[in-house]
């Protein structure tokens, strides 16, 4: 098995990149969240990597975290849900969100990714909400559930905003779950937005 791969991105498409390691150029696919974490790096880079083998196919996919690469692996366990539809998912989804689109039954999350539709989402919540809940160590200690039991309240009231504005209740949730909990609404909704829209 291949746990890693580092070295210089030679070429980056659409869901995939080129890593040239040891002269030999590996083209790895991968989600837009982790092109995005690897194209302003000029030096080398690590991929945290699964390696699928099938009677045709031979690919290496990589992610730039390895809690994106546990999201992966737990996707690609769902019957029905295949390697490219594990990147849609996490293209659309981060980690964190993911985790929390899971634990609150969030079907609509997962139907936004490409390729996903109302079966297959509830299929995915049905078999990954308990192997989730045993990960969370993994995905992150912040996203299973909704919030601590101590959450302040303007971290709820952030996420009531995002939700009127159009965004899932998984989402925003992950979104603030990433920014400073001191800050105030009028940030957390600011950083919010920054983070769903990928700046």
């Given at each position: 098995?291949?746990?890693?791969?580092?070295?210089?991105?030679?070429?980056?498409?659409?869901?995939?990149?080129?890593?040239?390691?040891?002269?030999?150029?590996?083209?790895?696919n991968t989600t837009l969240t982790t092109i995005g974490d690897i194209s302003v790096k000029n030096d080398e880079v690590t991929l945290y990597t699964h390696l699928s083998v099938r009677e045709d196919d031979i690919s290496l996919f990589g992610f730039s975290s390895y809690d994106e690469?546990?999201?992966?692996?737990?996707?690609?366990?769902?019957?029905?849900?295949?390697?490219?539809?594990?990147?849609?998912?996490l293209s659309a989804l981060t980690p964190q969100s993911f985790a929390v689109a899971v634990a609150s039954g969030d079907q609509k999350a997962f139907t936004k990714a490409?390729?996903?539709g109302p079966k297959v989402a509830q299929r995915i919540i049905l078999e990954l909400k308990d192997k989730v809940s045993?990960?969370?160590?993994?995905?992150?200690?912040?996203?299973?559930?909704?919030f601590p039991a101590d959450v302040q309240p303007d971290t709820e009231e952030a996420v009531l905003?995002?939700?009127?504005?159009?965004?899932?209740?998984?989402?925003?949730?992950?979104?603030?779950?990433r920014l400073d909990k001191t800050m105030s609404v009028s940030e957390l909704i600011k950083g919010a937005l920054k983070v769903l829209s990928g700046r």
């Amino acid at each position: 098995m291949i746990y890693s791969i580092r070295g210089k991105i030679t070429y980056t498409g659409g869901d995939f990149v080129v890593i040239e390691c040891g002269g030999i150029g590996y083209m790895v696919n991968t989600t837009l969240t982790t092109i995005g974490d690897i194209s302003v790096k000029n030096d080398e880079v690590t991929l945290y990597t699964h390696l699928s083998v099938r009677e045709d196919d031979i690919s290496l996919f990589g992610f730039s975290s390895y809690d994106e690469l546990k999201a992966y692996e737990l996707l690609i366990s769902v019957s029905g849900v295949g390697p490219k539809a594990g990147l849609a998912i996490l293209s659309a989804l981060t980690p964190q969100s993911f985790a929390v689109a899971v634990a609150s039954g969030d079907q609509k999350a997962f139907t936004k990714a490409k390729g996903v539709g109302p079966k297959v989402a509830q299929r995915i919540i049905l078999e990954l909400k308990d192997k989730v809940s045993k990960e969370t160590d993994l995905l992150s200690d912040t996203v299973y559930s909704d919030f601590p039991a101590d959450v302040q309240p303007d971290t709820e009231e952030a996420v009531l905003a995002l939700t009127s504005l159009g965004y899932s209740r998984s989402e925003a949730m992950g979104a603030v779950a990433r920014l400073d909990k001191t800050m105030s609404v009028s940030e957390l909704i600011k950083g919010a937005l920054k983070v769903l829209s990928g700046r």
